[in-house]
């Protein structure tokens, strides 16, 4: 059977009201479980939950419940959340910190942690040593752009510099960000003839309901803005579109790897001024923190970002065990740069040879942004939440299987640190990488091999 007929039993009606009902409650039950009474390091709690959640949610997709009731059951597994401490991630001490931090005129890209906790001469009382030695990332400047600094300010504002408040505030943003999302997601399936839907797969997708919402992760606006960007430049919006891209850039840096794909869409001139007002409006947003101090800041942290961590990496994985092999230690400093050289080199080929009367817009977006990913020394689960949004626009089903493949990554955690599972990743990457080549195999459209270079050069004039 075909990806293609799985996908359409998936969202053909079935009878099985009560039944159905029975799903939604029980789903309610397993994301209460996760929300409020499970630790990561409860890996097999955790699993059994995210596994019954995932394939209740394939159920419930299939169900006789209306489009409404549907709807409904992912806005209140959303509403779940937003009373619970996030417990599959921590960064939302780090939200936290940077918001008292702009609450308290002071730039959250120009001081570490330890700076300011060491340092005398400020006393904030809610930046305290508790607070610090929950951080993550204590010796790292903010990487997190201006429009994740405008909420953990208002949060921290709002909250009176309340910790538990201020996680309220930012999820209650977060569900605000989704709500657009679905919206925007329902409006540009209609405007691509396709199903409405293929907006369960967002809405009652677990991974997308826990990480987003449930543990607050900005690929929530990322998407959105991104959607808005889409939806503004159907409607002719071009400047309103811009300014939609241009937060999207503002809030997750990753956006830009999407921009190639707009030169042949919108040819070059169209192109250039989307892109000139795009990045003259992203980088207003980073005014009020520019400065010498602050580009040394962000690049420095990059920098030991992408040359220090590594998780639930794939292609990574495979060129560091090869430097194990050669070299006898791991290469993750001089890999970086190739790599990064490798992801900027895929995607710009993919964009001369694109076949644009194929790819949808945007479903072409799930490609490098799953290049930028393949070639990454990081994967958290969340990281791909915009794939799997943009997936529904496309043919390709493979982002839907590694929303559930990718969550297994969580296994590795114990309560004195973390230790990765070769099971896992081989699980997680075989099954991704094995359906993502039989569907580039099966529909073949993905790139057009005929004078690319003058389709290319025709399309953008």
């Known amino acids: 059977m075909s990806l293609d007929s799985i996908t359409a039993i998936l969202t053909e009606r079935r009878p099985g009201q009560r039944f159905s009902f029975i799903l939604g409650f029980l789903s309610a039950l397993f994301y209460i479980q996760i929300a409020y009474y499970t630790d990561r390091t409860d890996t097999a709690v955790l699993l059994c939950c995210f596994t019954a959640l995932f394939a209740m949610h394939l159920l419930l997709i299939k169900s006789i419940l209306s489009f409404k009731f549907l709807l409904g059951f992912g806005i209140l597994f959303r509403l779940i959340f937003l009373f619970s401490t996030p417990e599959l991630s921590d960064d939302f001490y780090r939200f936290f910190w940077d918001g008292v931090l702009v609450n308290n005129q002071i730039n959250p890209f120009l001081h570490l942690p330890r700076?300011?906790?060491?340092?005398?001469?400020?006393?904030?009382?809610?930046?305290?040593?508790?607070?610090?030695?929950?951080?993550?990332?204590?010796?790292?400047?903010?990487?997190?752009?201006?429009?994740?600094?405008f909420i953990f300010w208002i949060s921290a504002y709002l909250s009176n510099e309340n910790i538990t408040s201020a996680v309220l505030i930012m999820k209650i943003f977060m569900l605000l960000a989704e709500l657009?999302?679905?919206?925007?997601?329902?409006k540009l399936l209609k405007i691509r003839h396709l199903k409405k839907e293929y907006i369960f797969f967002y809405v009652l997708n677990p991974l997308l309901i826990i990480e987003l919402v449930g543990n607050i992760h900005f690929e929530a606006f990322l998407i959105t803005f991104v959607l808005f960007s889409v939806y503004l430049l159907h409607q002719n919006k071009f400047l309103l579109s811009s300014l939609g891209f241009a937060l999207a850039i503002s809030a997750k840096l990753t956006p830009i790897l999407l921009f190639p794909f707009f030169l042949k869409r919108l040819k070059i001139k169209?192109?250039?001024?989307?892109?000139?007002?795009?990045?003259?409006?992203a980088f207003a947003t980073f005014l009020p923190f520019f400065g010498v101090e602050f580009m040394h800041g962000v690049s420095s942290s990059l920098s030991l970002y992408f040359q220090k961590f590594e998780f639930n990496a794939s292609i990574f994985y495979i060129i560091r065990e090869i430097g194990?092999?050669?070299?006898?230690?791991?290469?993750?400093?001089?890999?970086?740069?190739?790599?990064?050289?490798?992801?900027?080199?895929?995607?710009?080929?993919?964009?001369?040879?694109?076949?644009?009367?194929?790819?949808?817009?945007?479903?072409?977006?799930?490609?490098?942004?799953?290049?930028?990913?393949?070639?990454?020394?990081?994967?958290?689960?969340?990281y791909i939440t915009p794939i799997v949004a943009f997936s529904l626009f496309s043919k390709y089903r493979f982002p839907l299987v590694w929303s559930f493949t990718i969550f297994l990554s969580y296994s590795g955690y114990r309560v004195d640190g973390f230790e990765e599972q070769l099971w896992v990743l081989l699980t997680e990457y075989l099954l991704v990488y094995g359906v993502m080549i039989y569907e580039l195999i099966k529909y073949k459209d993905l790139i057009a091999l005929k004078n690319p270079i003058n389709d290319f050069i025709k399309s953008a004039e």
């Open 115 to 149: 700076e300011i906790i060491e340092n005398p001469a400020i006393s904030i009382p809610a930046l305290d040593v508790p607070l610090f030695e929950s951080l993550n990332s204590p010796e790292y400047y903010s990487v997190y752009p201006p429009v994740c600094q």
């Open 180 to 186: 657009c999302s679905i919206y925007l997601i329902v």
């Open 270 to 281: 169209k192109s250039i001024a989307f892109y000139s007002i795009t990045m003259t409006i």
């Open 324 to 382: 194990f092999w050669v070299k006898g230690w791991d290469i993750i400093q001089a890999a970086s740069k190739w790599l990064a050289l490798s992801t900027v080199s895929v995607i710009a080929l993919l964009t001369i040879f694109e076949n644009t009367n194929k790819q949808t817009f945007p479903g072409i977006f799930i490609w490098p942004l799953f290049i930028y990913l393949a070639f990454s020394s990081i994967i958290h689960p969340w």
